[in-house]
């Protein structure tokens, strides 16, 4: 019975839990590839990120595979991401759709964070998504737990 209790710890979810104080904000530096996590004015967790293939500037168009630059919202989670986890981000904001159709262009959408790549469909290499925001398996596990959907993010240059 020892050996199945055992057996079963080594089972783990990829969902985890937190409750340690809450994430008020997100704040990502594109330029350093930083992504912080913030309880008010306290650093709660730090991550080295993955960007879009063409990661300096901001994201103007579907598939300029640029990640965006601005204030956002984590505005909905996806337990079944090909990419283990993933939190979408609320772009394209009003803002964002109008520059896209002044130029005659579509704004792209579903910006997420989320955890590496599965065998098959990307390469893992520096700067590898198509726009998103991408850090390790464990990383976007524990990300999941703490942040809320409607915590803004501040994506800087």
Known sequence: ?????????????????????????????????NLFLFNNTSVLKAYRIDLG??????????????TPEGTYTVDRRNPDSLFHLSIGISYPNEADIAYAAAQGQE??????IHGGPRPGIDAIKPDWT????????????????MVRDGTPIDIFA
């Not at 293939?53 to 640029?66: H, N, S």
């Not at 198509?130 to 737990?145: F, N, P, Q």
Request: glycine content about 16%.
């Open 53 to 66: 293939f063409a990661a300096e500037g901001p994201k103007q168009f579907e598939g300029d595979g640029k």
């Open 107 to 112: 704004p792209g959408g579903d910006i997420f």
């Open 130 to 145: 198509a726009g998103c925001i991408a850090v390790s398996d464990r990383e976007i596990e524990d990300i999941y737990a």
């Open 1 to 33: 019975m020892g050996g199945l209790a055992l057996g079963l710890a080594g089972c783990a979810s990829k969902f985890r839990t937190y409750d340690g104080p809450a994430v008020t904000r997100l704040q990502m530096f594109k330029s350093d590839r």
